[in-house]
């Protein structure tokens, strides 16, 4: 079995909702070739998505949260190859888990926002 090679990257945003910030780390994560990348605290929400979507080129996921609170999300750069096996994502937006393919090895990736004042 070989070992395949990417770049993960995972960042507490504390909330994406405005496209100047949202941008800005978009950018600089394709700046740094991220070829994964884990968000917390990203205070999304379904009605979010389509934005979201076509801002970053490739596909997301989501655990969604509330507009001001809690919120994942695990973004792949388009320049991957992952095929997507499987999500599962809290309703209460606390943590998410995919599972998918990156070059034919299967692959879990678990995003957890777990604040330590709670």
């Known amino acids: 079995m070989g ?32 070829d994964i990348v884990l968000l917390q605290e990203t205070y999304t929400t379904s009605a979010s998505e389509s934005v979201w979507n076509k ?4 596909p997301i996921f989501y655990a969604h949260g509330s507009s001001n609170s809690r919120g994942c999300a ?18 209460s937006g606390r943590y998410l888990i995919i599972s998918g393919y990156i070059n034919d090895e299967l692959l879990t990736i678990v995003n957890v926002y777990a604040p330590n004042n709670e």
């Open 55 to 58: 801002e970053w080129h490739g």
């Open 3 to 34: 070992m395949t090679n990417f770049d993960m990257m995972s960042l507490n945003v504390r909330g994406l909702g405005n496209f100047t910030k949202r941008k800005a780390i978009f950018d600089w994560f394709c700046k740094n070739r991220s």
């Open 74 to 91: 695990i973004l792949i750069s388009p320049n991957l190859d992952f095929r997507m096996k499987k999500v599962t994502a809290d309703e």
